[in-house]
């Protein structure tokens, strides 16, 4: 490497002192030593052309103000790989709620059959609760009234939690809050002065999910409309509450995720309906992109994975304010992450050899189709798919 390169190389960004990793750091993070031929190739051959570098972190990025670490495939199979069995191999999505003025159930079937294209192998069911729980929750709320009374409940921080990889979620917090005038009620329902929904407490979700969750999960993401708080005590015993667009318990797998926050309308409630037919069909594309984003992430994050600092990938960190400029696949070290646990589904990683090396290029072949239904929302993308399919094609 000629120096003027080592020293882009060696240019550190942001808070934590981020520094882009080296080509030979990237293609140790693959682990693929002892895979077979095959299997190498089509997880990584000519990565550099078909794989763009992790961005370089500007203002507002979340790499200038997280410190992340990466996750290798090694580190991944070694310590917090949570294994896919034949028996629990199902992905529950839950939807508590649907904002059919926006996203028609026929749209959203699409972001089922994506579901099934990126994590192949798996089978994804979608259960539909409808608004029922709001209510329900309500009511179990009024009895916990007299125990709140007495506290003060103004208080909307955002949490920039740098450990993102623990239960809490602190990155999933949301941080650019300050247009929020929220007033939580003895109901622990928030209204938001901008948005008449309500925001709804994130455990109580979370828990009900646990609860609930089938036999043969291999995790429940919940999906709800508004927008969703998690509360605890400061130091001094005071009720603080944060806002959130996700939380979740990897160790339970269970996750439950507000779809508000991506919602370009989410704080102009009402002038919805002032909208042409066309416009709210632009509308719903741009959210449908933008949950589809999020959920795959959220999902892989199930798997153990965590935040991925090699190359540009759909597991890259990411603030909200990112969301509509990412991509939506794994680099080709996440992708081995995943593929292999799905595909070992029951085996003993360790000593699991590759047997069908196939799934990664059938993967390929699902993603493109999958993404095909999205009325023109993935044009670059789908475009990719076929480079990196025809590609292949030709080393099969
Ligand atoms: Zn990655």
Redesign the pocket.
Known sequence: MKKSERDEYDKTYGLYKFKRPLPSEIESAMGLVGESILFKKLISADYERFYDPIKIPEEGDWLMTHKEFGQTYNEYIQNDCYQVDPNHNVIYIHRFSSNDDLIKDELFQNVIILLEAFFTGMKVYLYDEGTNYLNNNNENDNENENNNNENNNNNNENNNNENNNNENNGENNIENNNNMENNVDNNNIIKNAQNEKMAINADQLLEKLKLEMPEDAYCVFGIIDNDLYTESLSYNGKRLIKSTYCKRSIQDRVAIFSLARFDPFFNFNGKINNLSKEQKYKISLILLKRICNAITREICYMFGMKN?I??S????GTNVTEFDNKQIE??????RKLVTNIKANGEDIKTYRVKKPLIVFNRFVKMRDALDNFAGIYENEIKWFDARIDFLKGLI
């Open positions: 991925c090699f190359l990938c759909c597991m890259n794994l680099c080709p070290i996440c992708l």
